[in-house]
C-alpha cells in the first residue's frame, strides 16, 4: 500500500532522470575545463609554489564555500593555505594577508563586489593574484597576475540560475592546483599522515617504525648458546620469542614459546639454542605500513615480528614488532 501511494506521489523515474540530467551536465563541464587548460595553470602553479607565505583562498556565496574546500584541501597536501571571508578582509581580516602570501580568488562572473577590496590591496601591496572566473573581461580576472577562465556552461538548475556545473567545475581546478603543488612539493605518504595523524586514514599510513620496539628492548641471543640461557633472554624481554643471531648479526633464526611448548616432552637439557630454532624467521622493514606487518602477521598465525631496517649496513634487526602493538595503535 505505502509503495503504491508513493508511486502515485513522485514519478518512478523522474528523480533518476533529474540526478542523471545533472551528472552529464557536470560531466562534460569537466571534460571543457580539461580541454581548455594551458599555460595559464603552470604559471599559476608556479606562484603558489612560489609563495614564502600561505595561499590566501577568497569567495563569496557558493564560490566562498568552494574557496574554503580548496584551502583545506591545500593545507592537508602539504602547501600552507588559508580562506579569508571578503567581507571580514574588508573589516580588519586584510591583516591577516601579508606580501609573503598569494592570494587565489573565485568568483564565477568575476564581478562580485565585495571581492573589490581584496583585489585593491593585492594591487597595492604587490601580492601575486590568481583570479577564477568564466568572463576573461571581468574585473577580476582582468586585475589578475594570472586568469584562470572557466568555461562558460548552463547551470544545472532548470532555472540556469542555481550554482551547480559552475560550483563543479571550481572545485575540480582547485582540486587539479592542489594535486599539482603536491607533486611538484613531492609530497610523501609520511608527510602526509604527520597531517592527518587522526582517525582511520591517520592509522592507515602508520610506518612499522613508528611502533616497533628498539635495539634497547631487542631479545636476541647468539644460536650457539646454551637453549637455557636463551629462554632466559625470552623471559627478560617478555615478547613470547628470543631471535638467534649467526656471527654476522644477521638473523639467523627464531625461538617462541610455542616452539618449547611443543618439544615439552623432549629432553632438551643439552640443547644449543640453534637445536630448537625455526629458521629464516619472517622479518619486516621498518619502512613498511604497520597495516602490512598486521596483515603478515594475521595470514601467518605469529604475534611478533623482528624488524630491519633497508637503509643500515648491518643485517641485523633495529627493532620488534608485537602483534599487541598494532592493535594499541587502533590497527585491525
Known amino acids: 500500500m505505502g509503495s503504491a501511494i508513493l ?42 609554489k612560489a609563495a614564502k607565505g600561505r595561499v590566501i583562498v577568497s569567495g563569496i556565496g557558493k564560490s566562498g564555500h568552494i574557496a574554503r574546500k580548496i584551502a583545506a584541501t591545500m593545507a592537508s597536501t602539504g602547501t600552507p593555505a588559508h580562506f579569508v571571508h571578503p567581507s571580514e578582509a574588508s573589516h580588519g581580516d586584510l591583516g591577516e594577508i601579508t606580501r609573503n602570501d598569494a592570494l587565489l580568488i ?7 563586489t565585495e571581492l573589490s577590496d581584496l583585489i585593491v590591496y593585492a594591487k597595492r601591496f604587490r601580492i601575486p593574484l590568481i583570479g577564477m572566473a568564466w568572463n576573461p573581461e571581468s574585473t577580476l580576472l582582468k586585475a589578475a597576475d594570472v586568469a584562470l577562465v572557466l568555461p562558460h556552461v548552463r ?10 556545473t559552475s560550483t563543479t567545475l571550481m572545485i575540480v581546478l582547485g582540486d587539479a592546483l592542489a594535486m599539482a603543488l603536491m607533486e611538484r612539493r613531492d609530497f610523501s605518504l609520511d608527510a602526509y599522515r604527520n597531517l592527518h595523524p587522526g582517525g582511520s ?26 637453549l637455557r ?19 654476522t648479526g644477521a638473523l639467523a633464526g627464531i625461538i617462541t614459546d610455542g616452539d618449547l611448548r611443543r618439544r615439552f616432552d623432549q629432553n632438551l637439557r643439552d640443547a644449543k639454542a640453534a637445536d630448537v630454532m625455526t ?27 623482528f624488524v630491519l631496517d633497508p637503509a643500515a649496513t648491518s643485517a641485523g634487526p633495529v627493532g620488534i614488532l608485537h602483534i599487541h602493538d598494532c592493535l594499541k595503535a587502533g590497527l585491525r
Open 229 to 247: 640461557e636463551a629462554i632466559a633472554v625470552m623471559e627478560k624481554h617478555n615478547f613470547g620469542c628470543v631471535g638467534l643471531t649467526d656471527g
Open 7 to 48: 508511486e502515485d506521489v513522485v514519478p518512478a523515474h523522474g528523480d533518476l532522470a533529474v540526478a542523471r540530467r545533472v551528472i552529464d551536465a557536470a560531466g562534460e563541464a569537466v571534460r571543457l575545463l580539461a580541454d581548455s587548460l594551458g599555460p595559464e595553470f603552470t604559471k599559476a602553479v608556479d606562484i603558489l
Open 155 to 164: 547551470e544545472a538548475c532548470p532555472h540556469g540560475l542555481a550554482p551547480t
Open 279 to 305: 629458521k629464516n624467521p619472517k622479518t619486516v622493514r621498518s619502512d613498511q605500513l604497520a597495516a602490512e606487518a598486521l596483515a603478515l602477521m594475521n595470514d601467518k598465525t605469529i604475534t611478533q615480528l
Open 201 to 226: 586514514l591517520g592509522r592507515a599510513l602508520i610506518r612499522v617504525r613508528d611502533l616497533m620496539h628498539g635495539a634497547d628492548e631487542l631479545p636476541l641471543a647468539r644460536k650457539e648458546t646454551p
Open 106 to 112: 573565485l568568483s564565477w562572473r568575476g564581478e562580485t
